[in-house]
């Protein structure tokens, strides 16, 4: 009979792949996870890879969406605020045209619409987590400003046209911002302060050119308009994003859920093998005793 020299070296090296997958079955129990390595499972480590990066993506443009959407809100806050402000200084201009006022009454109304010039380029300098939403590109300096030094006063842009988006996980785009000019300098001579300067040098003296006043009350009515405009185009933009902001947290439950039924361990199964293994085990420590034994030595036998 010819005897195998390696006998005892192949017994140790199953007890150890024995006792390897012992652990790793003891480690999968213990933690619920079914896929502990790459060696272990390489395509569905690969494929749990994809789906972690999936639910990144999406924790990702979650937390953009969040940002996006508060500045939104402040900037719909602040033209609905605008609109609100223009509809006063208009039932002001239109009450001083009809020529029953006297020059102190113009020159009060004058003072009213001249605080709400103010107002109106306060709200049009309104910050979001300190930058200005309404400068376009420029959101580190306030888009405008008032220069008293000729009559009618000029208000000045100092913001650009730069528009800017958020981008879906399937490559759709959102805009995020409606620049100064666009809003508040309109088309033409019909802007909003430059209605409101107008009609501020229209009254001032006390005494009105009315066919310039109704003309320039006419102009700020158009801008009003063009501000309720802009502001649709916003409205727009959180209503897209609050519904993207479904739909990827919708997909990221979908995910997290097909991530964890890959990953998770079948416990009855993991149970039986870790039994086996264990019985495995105790076999082979007891085949290596006994033949590692004095008695059982090949030498004993002659």
Known sequence: MRVDPTYITNLVSSLDQTQASEQQLTSQLSSGVGITSLSQNPVGAGENVLLLNQIQQDDSFTQSASTVTGQLQVADSALGSVVSELTQAISLATSANNG????????????????????????????????????????????FTTSSGSTPATTTYNGDSNVNYLELPNGQKIQLNVPGNQIFQGSGS???????????????????????????????????????????????????????????TSEKTQLTTAQTNLIQADIPTVSTQLSLAETQQTALEDVIAQLESPSNSLFSKL
Request: charged fraction near 5%; glycine fraction near 8%.
């Open 100 to 143: 029953t006022m006297n020059a102190n009454n113009v020159k009060s109304i004058a003072n009213q619409i001249s605080g709400i010039l103010n107002e109106v380029q306060s709200l049009a300098n309104t910050t979001y987590q300190g930058q200005y939403i309404f400068g376009g590109g420029q959101t580190s300096t306030a888009p």
């Open 190 to 248: 019909n802007s909003v302060f430059g209605a409101l300067n107008a009609l501020i040098a229209d009254y001032s003296s006390g005494t009105v050119n009315t066919a310039q006043a109704v003309s320039d009350t006419a102009a700020l009515g158009t801008a009003l308009n063009y501000v309720s405009q802009q502001r649709v185009t916003l409205d727009n933009s959180i209503t897209q994003v609050t519904a993207a902001s479904s739909a990827v």
